[in-house]
């Protein structure tokens, strides 16, 4: 039975929302420790700083992945060698060229994992290390420190009615449309979910729901991640061209890019309040996660399938984001069990971490993301049905958006 117990936190989920809860401890009793990520990488000094945060960046994951059961030696190397790539990103970023014309390292960190990825492919060496979303979870539970409560329950309120209206909304749309075009059901619900409530995660908390093939849910994830870096970079620009406030760009951003990564990226180009936003939006869609799944557990069991989990209270726990419930604990510690000036203080501190962990998370976004797997012919109407959900979602939720944070928020 113990055994049993501990068996069920060591996946990539709980090892992520854990890690990054040792690190906002580490950040509290040990600042001293821990320096700021540099904004500029010109001295000794600087370097000095990206080594000690590699070290601790480096210590946290490893630890996480053994706990996991996965083997050590080939990680360390892989990942020394992704944050030397995630560091140089953040030097050409720096560069006087780069900043004059406002390019951020986000965009320098995707694009070269992408030209690696699809030029020479992913190096055997340097796969085990490429966990993006295990980065950008540790990376999120740190931000929860410069997100006070106040922050939350003013957005948060809105953003779930947001998130509840838009998933409803564009899961049944999705879902009609998928048989509209006659695509098989099981592909239909993973496209659903995934454009609906939040990617990646979504679409593997469904397919583990329903049973489904692998193979399937292999191609959701893949278009995914594609739309979704087009999308990291259009939909601020757009943002800026409308001229929406940081506050409906951010919501309008998290409730629509369907990866956490994607999401973090995008708003930090527009600034720190649309990141915040996002990040709140998106982890609303987040809650919902295992909602959904307990739904469509039922509604695949009612269908006559006789080889899928029975819905139960478990299931609804076991797909719920665990990374959501660090958030909230780091924001609720750094809220009300200090000073605020000291929870600012800390929290510039851990966002340092927090800046390591994204640039690794960037890299490795690039790195997963294999153009030719999608553009095979037999799959031009699951194409066809995700591409149109998409931008359906992206007018109901700039219209939800615009409302909540625009107009109802004044």
């Given at each position: 039975?113990?055994?049993?117990?501990?068996?069920?936190?060591?996946?990539?989920?709980?090892?992520?929302?854990?890690?990054?809860?040792?690190?906002?401890?580490?950040?509290?009793?040990?600042?001293?420790?821990?320096?700021?990520?540099?904004?500029?990488?010109?001295?000794?000094?600087?370097?000095?700083?990206?080594?000690?945060?590699?070290?601790?960046?480096?210590?946290?994951?490893?630890?996480?992945?053994?706990?996991?059961?996965?083997?050590?030696?080939?990680?360390?190397?892989?990942?020394?060698?992704?944050?030397?790539?995630?560091?140089?990103?953040?030097?050409?970023?720096?560069?006087?060229?780069?900043?004059?014309?406002?390019?951020?390292?986000?965009?320098?960190?995707?694009?070269?994992?992408?030209?690696?990825?699809?030029?020479?492919?992913?190096?055997?060496?340097?796969?085990?290390?490429?966990?993006?979303?295990?980065?950008?979870?540790?990376?999120?539970?740190?931000?929860?420190?410069?997100?006070?409560?106040?922050?939350?329950?003013?957005?948060?309120?809105?953003?779930?009615?947001?998130?509840?209206?838009?998933?409803?909304?564009?899961?049944?749309?999705?879902?009609?449309?998928?048989?509209?075009?006659?695509?098989?059901?099981?592909?239909?619900?993973?496209?659903?979910?995934?454009?609906?409530?939040?990617?990646?995660?979504?679409?593997?908390?469904?397919?583990?729901?329903?049973?489904?093939?692998?193979?399937?849910?292999?191609?959701?994830?893949?278009?995914?991640?594609?739309?979704?870096?087009?999308?990291?970079?259009?939909?601020?620009?757009?943002?800026?061209?409308?001229?929406?406030?940081?506050?409906?760009?951010?919501?309008?951003?998290?409730?629509?890019?369907?990866?956490?990564?994607?999401?973090?990226?995008?708003?930090?180009?527009?600034?720190?309040?649309?990141?915040?936003?996002?990040?709140?939006?998106?982890?609303?869609?987040?809650?919902?996660?295992?909602?959904?799944?307990?739904?469509?557990?039922?509604?695949?069991?009612?269908?006559?399938?006789?080889?899928t989990e029975r819905p139960t209270p478990k299931i609804i726990w076991d797909r719920f984001p665990k990374f959501v419930v660090g958030f909230v604990i780091a924001s609720l510690i750094f809220s009300f069990f200090m000073p605020l000036?000291?929870?600012?203080?800390?929290?510039?501190?851990?966002?340092?971490?927090?800046?390591?962990?994204?640039?690794?998370?960037?890299?490795?976004?690039?790195?997963?993301?294999?153009?030719?797997?999608?553009?095979?012919?037999?799959?031009?109407?699951?194409?066809?049905?995700?591409?149109?959900?998409?931008?359906?979602?992206?007018v109901v939720t700039l219209i939800m958006a615009y409302l909540l944070f625009g107009l109802l928020a004044k």
């Amino acid at each position: 039975m113990k055994t049993t117990f501990l068996n069920s936190f060591r996946n990539e989920d709980w090892m992520a929302t854990i890690m990054g809860l040792l690190m906002v401890v580490a950040v509290i009793v040990v600042p001293g420790w821990i320096p700021k990520f540099p904004s500029a990488f010109d001295s000794l000094d600087s370097w000095t700083a990206v080594g000690i945060l590699f070290l601790f960046t480096a210590i946290f994951s490893a630890l996480g992945i053994k706990l996991m059961g996965d083997r050590l030696r080939g990680f360390v190397v892989s990942f020394a060698a992704i944050f030397i790539l995630s560091a140089l990103c953040q030097y050409v970023s720096t560069l006087p060229a780069i900043k004059t014309a406002g390019l951020e390292s986000v965009f320098f960190s995707v694009i070269l994992g992408l030209l690696i990825r699809n030029t020479v492919g992913l190096p055997k060496w340097l796969a085990p290390a490429v966990r993006s979303e295990y980065y950008i979870k540790m990376g999120l539970i740190l931000l929860g420190t410069s997100v006070l409560f106040g922050e939350i329950m003013k957005a948060g309120a809105l953003g779930m009615l947001q998130a509840v209206v838009v998933v409803i909304t564009v899961w049944y749309f999705t879902f009609w449309l998928s048989k509209k075009l006659k695509v098989d059901n099981e592909m239909g619900i993973m496209l659903a979910s995934a454009v609906s409530i939040c990617g990646v995660s979504a679409a593997i908390a469904t397919c583990g729901a329903i049973k489904g093939d692998n193979k399937k849910l292999s191609f959701v994830v893949s278009i995914v991640l594609v739309v979704a870096i087009p999308m990291m970079y259009l939909m601020p620009l757009l943002a800026k061209w409308i001229g929406l406030s940081q506050e409906v760009a951010g919501a309008w951003l998290g409730g629509t890019i369907d990866t956490t990564g994607a999401v973090v990226a995008s708003g930090k180009f527009l600034g720190e309040t649309a990141e915040t936003y996002s990040v709140i939006i998106k982890s609303s869609q987040n809650v919902l996660l295992g909602i959904a799944a307990f739904a469509i557990s039922i509604y695949w069991s009612l269908r006559g399938t006789n080889h899928t989990e029975r819905p139960t209270p478990k299931i609804i726990w076991d797909r719920f984001p665990k990374f959501v419930v660090g958030f909230v604990i780091a924001s609720l510690i750094f809220s009300f069990f200090m000073p605020l000036q000291e929870a600012k203080e800390l929290g510039s501190l851990a966002k340092g971490l927090r800046e390591a962990m994204f640039s690794l998370a960037f890299v490795c976004i690039g790195l997963e993301t294999d153009f030719r797997f999608i553009f095979k012919k037999e799959n031009k109407r699951n194409i066809t049905t995700f591409l149109t959900a998409q931008s359906f979602n992206i007018v109901v939720t700039l219209i939800m958006a615009y409302l909540l944070f625009g107009l109802l928020a004044k």
